[in-house]
């Protein structure tokens, strides 16, 4: 039933189409358009943080390997066809150039990494203005995967929370190494460089 519900949304969605918006969708879903927002966040991220800049990219990229492996493994271990693979689908899904990526569906790496990243980059970054604009990003590249007929609305939901969960914990394991590690090293420990607030449990 679940699964169903799954389908309806996802032809609901897929099948409010126009060209103009195949165009937009199709960019959105590109990752070179985004690399100078990546290199914006990394050069804020290097003025905030100075000398800790090179171990917060060291952990970036574990968080963004970590999130576009785990999507690529939970895709082989469930094995959900993408909407435009599903032989129950055929002539319902509107693809764009015929595209329809690789062969299974769960979860959306796009997803997963778009909010691996803006969770990450948030949770170092604090604020409001930039939690709000990147999570609106993040979901955006979410439903243009939903639009391209690439992923059902569930593989992208379950991205978003596989990306923020891992980035969520690669922030809390930052925060433990920049206190019981960094912050006793004076290269680190100079006024421009405080630690960052402890996420509580942590």
């Known amino acids: 039933m679940l699964e169903r519900f799954d389908q309806q949304?996802?032809?609901?969605?897929?099948?409010?189409?126009?060209?103009?918006?195949?165009?937009?969708?199709?960019?959105?879903?590109?990752?070179?358009?985004?690399?100078?927002?990546?290199?914006?966040?990394?050069?804020?991220?290097?003025?905030?943080?100075?000398?800790?800049?090179?171990?917060?990219?060291?952990?970036?990229?574990?968080?963004?390997?970590?999130?576009?492996?785990?999507?690529?493994?939970?895709?082989?271990?469930?094995?959900?066809?993408?909407?435009?693979?599903?032989?129950?689908?055929?002539?319902?899904?509107?693809?764009?150039?015929g595209e329809c990526g690789g062969l299974f569906s769960f979860v959306s790496s796009h997803a997963a990494n778009s909010f691996n990243v803006a969770f990450l980059s948030l949770l170092l970054i604090k604020k409001r203005w930039y939690s709000i604009s990147i999570i609106v990003w993040a979901t955006v590249i979410g439903y243009s995967r939903i639009y391209l007929g690439v992923h059902y609305p569930g593989d992208v939901i379950c991205g978003y929370l596989l990306g923020a969960f891992i980035g969520w914990g690669i922030y809390s394991l930052y925060v433990l190494t920049d206190n019981k590690i960094l912050k006793n090293k004076p290269y680190f420990s100079s006024l421009e460089n405080r630690p960052p607030t402890p996420l509580k449990g942590v």
């Open 9 to 97: 949304v996802f032809l609901f969605i897929n099948s409010s189409n126009s060209p103009f918006f195949d165009q937009v969708m199709h960019a959105i879903s590109g990752r070179l358009i985004w690399a100078p927002l990546y290199l914006a966040i990394l050069i804020y991220l290097g003025i905030k943080y100075k000398r800790k800049f090179l171990i917060i990219l060291i952990f970036t990229i574990l968080a963004i390997t970590l999130s576009d492996q785990a999507s690529v493994v939970l895709k082989n271990l469930t094995q959900r066809l993408r909407p435009c693979n599903d032989p129950s689908l055929t002539g319902l899904v509107h693809l764009i150039n």
